[in-house]
């Protein structure tokens, strides 16, 4: 991410964005509502345009060439807030359909593969149920499954625990923690500080279309190096 | 002993309000003005319902070949109905032709029945109702219209009755659909020239009443068409009909394409699926099931509109009835015309509310996430 812009009609929401992710790095990033992290990572698979700079996912820069945005988001996994699964799907469709629309795959394989990432989860056997039935937790797990099924080399993260009722926060974050062990490249918007804590190599703060701080999470926790940043940890470690 | 009895008395709710006598009394008699409204309509059904079954059923004339047979009896003649039952089927259609008819319909039976077999596997169903939609109107233009194989010429202007309806509803409801829905991807496009296109397009047809786009089709259109250029004028019909109904189907579509969140469609295309990938397996599959009621209500609108071809000249189901009302044989029977026409009508429209009631059913796959 080079130098990103972005505005909504007038209204400047992000303000030269600059980032570089390492393969395998994993990248936490937070900041009060509004800040514009979920705009900034939306931009990464083109969910959201953007008027100035450049971004390039693995050597292929985000043009105006419809292909070329399909050719990124194929390789960009992303889990949302609200989980999104396709509800008149069952949840093994739901794994299988970009793998046999999109990759070409044949059925055969693509639900091998889907019943082994369920399988990571840990949803197997619910292979056969409708998201409808699924709880919170289950559905963004499968959600997840969705996303690695493709085995995409990046994946992001939209706030993956904000709409979940509290019992189900941990069974999602292990989930997100198995993955960061294997060595995916993972960018998570979240508020969950004990996340960032143990698997974050880096930690970004965001506000108001800003970068305001990048540091690992031990720094950016013991010694926040900007007043905003201070404000922010102060008000999220009160709740 | 005692325990149990209680026990059991909470389990179910109290007896008056699930017995007969709780529903009557909840429904029927729940006030002084409830009271006396359920008696009036008691009354008002006592007034009707047997005048109507003497005359429909007890004092009928179900037997004989003319008129006369109908003289002994006070209610209706269905003598009129019989001797006239294969003109309303088949209208001016050349007898020793009908086979070609009931083929067609016998075939259209058997190719479709799989597809309401719930035991049936999905992609086989795709496979044939596909298969079906392409190549059915195709043979049964041939069986209709002959001249292939061997089989005569049946001028379209001989069609008529019920096979006229079918006819005209079936290519009516099998265009409209696909062509609303493109219309209302379209209304909803990015692409402002497309969009303007569309809501013009829609605009149009729904502003103008079908009669009016009937009178245009045969009157008007032969005008401005270059002298010897001519085509049939119930394809003129069908064209006229399959549009217009189309903006209406394409409004009724985007009601259900607005009302799936717009996750969906981020979900989708996050994956790599492109847009008419994204629309086909992701969208419409939800925003069609959600406007299965509007769906099958603008279909039976349509079914029920065929019956307007009557002021171009086409003999459909009412168009035939009537015709024959005015044979002077047999003066003074409309009443049983248009039952019989008001019945057959009514089954047809029935029956596709109660299977789209039954679709939904099947569909329905828990909460919407």
Known sequence: MEKVHKWYGTFHVLKDINLIVHKSERIVICGPSGSGKSTAIRCINRLEEYQRGRIVVDGLELSNDVKQIEQVRREVGMVFQHFNLFPHLSVLENCVLAPIWVRKLPRKQAEEIAMSYLERVKIPEQANKYPGQLSGGQQQRVAIARSLCMNPKIMLFDEPTSALDPEMIKEVLDTMIALAEDGMTMICVTHEMGFAKTVAHRVIFMDSGEIIEENTPEEFFTHPQSDRSKLFLSQILHN | ?369
Not at chain 2, 31 to 47: D, R
Not at chain 2, 200 to 206: G, K, L, N, P
Not at chain 2, 233 to 260: C, D, N, P, S, W
Not at chain 2, 312 to 322: E, Q
């Open chain 2, 1 to 369: 002993m005692s325990e149990a009895h209680t026990s059991r008395s909470d389990d179910l709710p109290p007896a008056n309000t699930i017995s007969v006598f709780g529903w009557l009394k909840r429904n029927l008699f729940s006030s002084p003005f409830n009271i006396a409204l359920t008696i009036l309509a008691l009354y008002l059904l006592y007034l009707t319902i047997p005048p109507l079954l003497r005359w429909a059923l007890l004092d009928a004339t179900w037997s004989g070949d003319s008129r006369e047979a109908c003289q002994a009896h006070e209610g209706a003649c269905w003598v009129f109905i019989r001797v006239h039952f294969a003109q309303f089927i088949y209208g001016f259609y050349p007898e020793a032709q009908r086979w070609r008819v009931n083929t067609a319909f016998v075939l259209l039976i058997l190719g479709a029945a799989p597809l309401f077999i719930p035991k049936v596997p999905a992609p086989f169903k795709a496979r044939l109702g596909i298969g079906l939609l392409l190549l059915y109107p195709l043979i049964a233009l041939v069986l209709f219209k002959g001249g292939f194989f061997g089989l005569s010429v049946v001028d379209t202007s001989r069609w008529g009755g019920l096979l006229l309806t079918l006819v005209i509803a079936g290519v009516g409801m099998t265009a409209a659909l696909p062509l609303g829905i493109l219309l209302a991807l379209g209304r909803r496009s990015q692409m402002p020239a497309i969009q303007a296109l569309c809501v013009t397009f829609i605009e149009f047809w729904r502003g103008v009443p079908l009669i009016t786009v009937l009178f245009m089709s045969s009157v008007m259109l032969p005008l401005f068409l270059p002298a010897g250029m001519n085509f049939d004028k119930l394809l003129r019909a069908l064209i006229g009909i399959t549009l217009f109904q189309a903006a209406y189907m394409a409004e009724v579509v985007r009601g259900g394409l607005q009302a799936i969140p717009k996750g969906q469609f981020e979900a989708a295309i996050a994956l790599g699926l492109g847009y008419w990938k994204t629309m086909a397996l992701i969208v419409l599959p939800q925003a069609l099931k959600l406007v299965i009621p509007g769906i099958v209500n603008t279909f039976i609108t349509l079914f029920k509109d065929t019956s307007l071809v009557l002021i171009i000249g086409l003999f459909d189901l009412m168009n035939i009835v009537h015709n024959a009302t005015t044979n002077p044989a047999w003066l003074g029977f409309s009443t049983e015309g248009y039952v019989f026409a008001a019945t057959v009508y009514w089954l047809f429209c029935f029956s596709m509310s109660r299977y789209s009631q039954n679709l939904e059913k099947r569909l329905h796959t828990g909460h919407k996430a």
